[in-house]
């Protein structure tokens, strides 16, 4: 597992409309912000000082924010351990990923992308009709003999 940041944390569940004003405002509270990257859902925070994330941790972890319970902990910082969930490599994070980003063809070629949105249905069906004619042409040449 990889280390833990002293000054950038992680704040999940939060509500699909918060805004990074909204947090920034609630964290305020606790020393200055230098960072906020928002995502979907979830946000990166950089705090200035060690002791100002860790007294937002304490005091804002499961705590409700905007209808949410959000949880607030030390954020892992990047580096060897990270492992990208796209193309299963080490030392960057996944939005950061040149395979995901549409990279020559994906993480394990072209066959992979459409395999997840459905796009390769006809080649199983080839496989399952291939299965059949060796049934078929199995049970012929029984009827023969």
Not at 29 to 40: F, H, S, T
Request: aromatic residues 8%; glycine residues 14%.
């Amino acid at each position: 597992m990889g280390k833990l940041s002293t000054t950038q944390l992680f704040v999940g569940k939060l509500s699909k409309s918060t805004t990074a004003n909204e947090l920034r405002d609630l964290l305020r509270n606790y020393g200055e912000v230098k960072d906020i990257q928002m995502k979907a859902g979830f946000a990166f925070v950089s705090f200035r000082h060690a002791d100002d994330a860790a007294d937002a941790v304490a005091d804002l972890d499961g705590r409700k924010f905007n209808g949410s319970n959000i949880g607030v902990e030390f954020a892992k910082e990047k580096g060897d351990e990270d492992k990208c969930v796209w193309c299963h490599r080490l030392g960057h994070r996944s939005d950061d990923c040149y395979f995901r980003k549409g990279g020559p063809s994906g993480p394990r070629g072209g066959a992979w992308r459409n395999d997840r949105r459905g796009g390769n249905r006809g080649r199983s069906r080839d496989r399952f009709r291939g299965r059949e004619r060796s049934r078929s042409q199995s049970r012929s040449r029984g009827r023969d003999l």
